[in-house]
């Protein structure tokens, strides 16, 4: 199901003005992807509070929940749901999108309770991204598909993260220095397996990327025996640590880790060999680095300051870095 959706969308964005390559199709569906498991997750919530007899308070305002503005459904006469033919369309829909939705988003950053949060990524996902699919037509029938998926059951959200691998994977081939958000799965997973962390550790990815270290680990982790309520909250709040220069790997990590399970990433936007090593304590410091250093690249002279070996050479300052950290 997930497969063939993904298909079908990227053939709708080939066709859009705004879209011109592999990175830009991730980058447009991956926000859409996210306010629809946005709205699952909190079906769920809603359904566990109601079943526990408590009252649940929805993260998304109303008229922002996808039902309201992304796909508005009506009967059919035989008992059965679809969109409503008077949901949002054409320019209707992109300044909705553009004017309405992303600015509402954009101010979770500010009013979410602290980092943390779910609420928080939200803010620091629709800060960073923008909508570049011109066409409302185009849109609508992305918004369409998507609607179709769902993310209700362990083994939908099981596929739906490893398609959304795949996509990122796609980026990788695409050129535009793709191969910064990828780094082969087999590889992770052998890496994973090897340096076979335990709960409990802190785990660090100093160049995070797409997070495909880090959601491995959390995987490795989370079927490695059967955990309980407080091992489950270590595994979500402070196992996972990240940063990432780049503005659209940022996301796509904090979003690849949210579809693995993990609902709000401790990953940062930063440039991580900004920091200098001499600053670094033993209070920051991780128990496990798991990380592929970017080789190849270039840094200048300034940042180079922060380290004993200086060198432009980007892997052998990260290297410096992590023995350090």
């Known amino acids: 199901m997930f497969e063939q959706t993904f298909k079908n969308i990227d053939d709708i964005l080939h066709k859009d003005a705004g879209c011109g390559s592999e990175l830009d199709y991730v980058e447009q569906t991956s ?47 035989n008992g059965a749901l679809k969109i409503d033919h008077n949901a949002l369309t054409g320019d209707d829909l992109t300044d909705f999108v553009n004017n309405k939705l992303f600015p509402y988003l954009k101010k979770f950053k500010l009013s979410a309770d602290s980092a943390d949060t779910i609420e928080y990524k939200i803010g620091e996902i629709f800060s960073e991204l923008k909508n570049r699919i011109q066409s409302g037509y185009n849109l609508r029938e992305v918004i369409n598909r998507i609607d179709e998926l769902r993310f209700r059951t362990h083994a939908e959200k099981h596929e739906m993260s490893h398609l959304y691998e795949d996509k990122i994977k796609n980026m990788g081939n695409a050129g535009r220095n793709g191969g910064e958000y990828y780094t082969p799965r087999p590889l992770i997973t052998t890496i994973v397996k090897v340096v076979a962390p335990k709960i409990g550790d ?7 990327g797409s997070a495909g270290f880090l959601c491995e680990a959390f995987d490795y982790l989370r079927n490695s025996k059967s955990l309980s309520t407080k091992e489950t909250e270590i595994l979500q709040k402070r196992t996972f640590y990240g940063k ?3 503005s659209l790997a940022y996301i796509i990590g904090i979003m690849n880790m949210i579809l693995h399970g993990v609902e709000a990433p401790n ?9 200098n090593l001499a600053d670094i304590q033993e209070k920051d410091r991780y128990d496990v680095v798991l990380a592929n250093p970017p080789f190849g690249g270039k840094e200048r002279a300034e940042v180079q300051q922060n380290f004993p070996i200086k060198t432009g050479e980007t892997a052998s300052l990260f290297l410096q870095h992590f023995i350090t950290i």
């Open 244 to 246: 990432e220069k780049k």
């Open 31 to 77: 926000w859409v992807l996210f306010l629809k498991y946005l709205d699952d997750l909190e079906r769920d919530r809603a359904t566990a509070a109601e079943l526990t007899g408590k009252t649940y308070t929805t993260i998304i305002d109303k008229e922002y929940q996808w039902n309201n503005w992304a796909a508005p459904k009506i009967t059919n006469g």
């Open 202 to 208: 802190k785990i660090y990815d100093g160049a995070v």
């Open 267 to 275: 990953i940062i936007h930063t440039n991580t060999l900004a920091e």
